[in-house]
């Protein structure tokens, strides 16, 4: 790809579209938008510009594809597989200026937003309205952030990945135009289903400027349980026969012995330093709850379980699901001068407990450190592979496993990534995945964005 460098007439023309204080070539805006989260390496864009409606987009991008300069959109940074990285340099728009709530209807259980609206924001005004939005990746993620990726998390099982609860999208094309796909319907069979098409496309197709999202009614009651078990495959099982039973989880997380007691030391949890699900049940009353929870225990005990706490309430909840989203971050804390590589992988649920084995087997075998936890209710596995920054020959390994795991997934009908994207780490894995239909998918690219201006380097390998 053949792209024009941003010189000193551009940077003027970018600068005249918005106010001064929304453009930048400052050095510290551009190393704070030259790597995620992720493990990939960074790479600094030539500006950065912050615009505040859809009409500022529109002329960015009207001039970006007319210069043939690449512009790749910036949420919140949170991504894990270097999705908002600007590989070719260019221009970064950040869409965290465009943050406002535009309207909440709670009688259709629907809220426009912009893309810069924190997920964890929207729910804190939801609430007051007994409503909230599903979809929760854990981080402090953006919704256009959520919509590019197709963000999942703990409450897919229940209420669906991010796809699942969009409904309408207004998105800027490479060229600047305006369009506007799906309905504030609750279903359609109309044309193509362009919607789906943009939701996890990583800003290739274009960028997303305002969408509607499907809203659900806070429960009125909760409780969780933990449950521990002597082995990860034991656990998978008990997974398997609480959805085969229909107890309609809202979560159902599965820790490797070693999350478990990361967490006891930093949370104190108190928990049983063995392979453990926590699991968690929305209904209409407690009286609901406990009989489902009864059924879950004994569903437990017939896989092996050596230990079940239920009746958990929101407060006890919340803290082990905050230990559960913060454990990345305890992984760091716990290695001082390491990196580490988040292997994120899907199976059918027939090949979950046996993908568990696969990795827990393949971390022995190349003695390596590793954290085993995943959303266990969609077979979504995830591997944190820890290694010290610098050591070739152990991250030559880590990325040896790594690819042995994927490609077990893929042998298991699974997928290469569950919920990260493919950013820059899974372009590898596309055509083993999607055989003759990853030229479909190049074709629909070049559809969108003839040049290729759009979040280049993503998706496909160059």
């Not at 135009?177 to 274009?206: C, M, N, P, W």
């Not at 005990?301 to 971050?329: K, M, N, P, Q």
């Not at 084995?357 to 393949?362: H, I, L, R, T, Y």
């Amino acid at each position: 790809m053949i792209f024009s460098p941003l010189n000193d007439a551009h940077k003027n023309a970018f600068r005249s579209m918005v106010a001064p204080d929304r453009f930048s070539t400052g050095k510290s805006h551009l190393n704070l938008h030259a790597a995620d989260q992720s493990f990939h390496a960074p790479r600094r864009p030539d500006a950065v510009i912050w615009p505040v409606d859809r009409e500022e987009v529109s002329r960015i991008l009207s001039y970006a594809d007319a210069h043939r300069i690449p512009v790749t959109a910036w949420g919140a940074g949170t991504s894990m597989e270097g999705n908002p990285i600007p590989l070719f340099g260019g221009l970064v728009a950040d869409f965290s200026r465009m943050n406002r709530i535009l309207d909440i209807r709670g009688t259709d259980f629907q809220a426009d937003v912009e893309p810069g609206v924190i997920y964890q924001d929207l729910n804190n005004q939801l609430r007051f309205k007994g409503l909230f939005f599903p979809p929760d990746p854990g981080a402090r993620a953006t919704i256009g952030g959520m919509i590019a990726n197709n963000a999942s998390g703990p409450h897919t099982i229940r209420y669906g990945s991010t796809r699942d609860c969009i409904l309408r999208l207004t998105v800027v094309l490479a060229g600047g135009k305006v369009i506007r796909i799906g309905t504030r319907a609750s279903k359609t069979s109309s044309g193509y289903d362009l919607l789906h098409l943009f939701i996890g496309s990583e800003g290739t197709l274009g960028l997303v400027v305002e969408a509607t999202v499907r809203l659900s009614g806070l429960p009125e009651a909760l409780s969780a349980a933990v449950a521990a078990f002597p082995t990860l495959e034991s656990a998978g099982q008990a997974v398997r026969e609480i959805i085969r039973a229909g107890l309609d989880p809202a979560a159902l997380e599965l820790m490797g012995p070693e999350c478990i007691d990361l967490m006891n030391r930093e949370h104190r949890l108190g928990l049983v330093g063995l392979p453990t699900i926590f699991m968690e049940f929305h209904g209409p009353s407690r009286e609901h709850l406990e009989t489902i929870l009864a059924l879950a225990r004994e569903l437990c005990r017939e896989a092996g379980s050596t230990a079940f706490h239920s009746g958990l309430g929101r407060e006890a909840r919340d803290r082990i699901f905050r230990a559960r989203h913060e454990l990345g971050e305890m992984i760091l804390r716990r290695h001082p001068g390491c990196r580490v590589r988040v292997v994120d992988i899907a199976v059918p649920a027939s090949a979950y407990s046996e993908m568990i084995g696969c990795a827990q087997k393949e971390m022995h075998r190349s003695s390596l450190t590793g954290y085993i936890f995943s959303h266990a209710g969609d077979g979504n596995l995830h591997v944190n592979l820890v290694g010290p920054k610098g050591d070739d020959g152990v991250w030559a390994r880590i990325d040896e496993l790594a690819g042995r795991m994927v490609e077990q997934a893929l042998l298991f009908g699974g997928t290469a990534t569950g919920e990260h994207g493919v950013g820059i780490g899974k372009r590898g894995f596309m055509e083993a995945e999607h055989g003759p239909s990853l030229e479909w998918m190049r074709r629909v690219k070049a559809l969108f964005d003839p040049k290729g201006i759009l979040n280049p380097g993503k998706i496909f390998l160059v």
